[in-house]
């Protein structure tokens, strides 16, 4: 079945960090593919999506491109601030509209 | 403005007590999810809704109920509660299938 796999935390990082969180994913056809974000005592939030393969998802620094050749979305910031510690989930939504999330990764980023 | 709320955030429920989770959205999405999500593990689906009078089975349903009288409203019932359903609940909805989600802040319940 199709199914999200994220690395695993938690991921401590200094102010201006390089941040790669890890995501992979099993589905049949083209599934679109996210990245969201939860704050502290806060629901998950969007943080980025690609609909298509080589597309690129970006927001607040984040980046993502979907692979379809590795079945990847890896994560990426270039400097991380304190204020992006929090846990971060991978997910797809494949073409029967049924999302699939990771298991999360706690971002810690530390002054 | 709210979005989706849940109530309540912490519960503690004793083995074979029943308790209702609340969600809410203001909205007006037709999509409504309930998820758990245990440790070390990505959220699971419940049951999820497509309108309101309208729901449906996800991936882990046993010993939940769900009902639908209302656009905004999407509780979940538990009946029986066992210690297997510890865990963090969330609520979520979307305008369409294929949008993105709006999650509540989430239930942690434990069942002791």
């Known amino acids: 079945g199709d199914s999200v796999t994220q690395m695993e935390g938690p991921v401590t990082l200094s102010e201006e960090a390089f941040l790669t969180i890890n995501c992979t994913y099993t589905a049949t056809g083209y599934p679109s593919l996210f990245w969201y974000v939860q704050y502290p005592g806060e629901g998950l939030q969007l943080l980025l999506k690609a609909t298509k393969a080589d597309d690129k998802g970006s927001n607040k620094g984040f980046e993502a491109t979907y692979r379809k050749e590795t079945t990847s979305f890896h994560l990426e910031k270039g400097s991380v601030q304190v204020s992006d510690s929090a846990v971060y989930f991978c997910a797809l939504l494949n073409t029967g509209n049924q999302f699939y999330f990771g298991t999360g990764t706690s971002l810690t980023v530390i002054p | 403005n709210a979005g989706v709320t849940q109530t309540p955030k912490f519960r503690i429920l004793k083995i074979g007590q029943s308790m209702t989770l609340q969600c809410a959205q203001d909205?007006?999405?037709?999509?409504m999810y309930w998820y758990r999500q245990d440790p070390g593990m990505g959220l699971k689906l419940i049951y999820y809704?497509?309108?309101?009078?309208?729901?449906d089975k996800g991936e882990v349903p046993n010993g939940y109920n769900v009902s639908r009288s209302t656009t905004e409203d999407f509780p979940l019932r538990l009946e029986l509660a066992a210690p297997s359903q510890t865990s963090v609940y969330f609520c979520?909805?979307?305008?369409?299938?294929?949008?993105?989600?709006?999650f509540g802040s989430g239930t942690q319940l434990s069942v002791l």
């Open positions: 909205m007006n999405h037709n999509y």
């Open positions: 809704s497509v309108g309101a009078g309208i729901t």
């Open positions: 979520a909805s979307s305008w369409s299938p294929n949008e993105k989600l709006f």
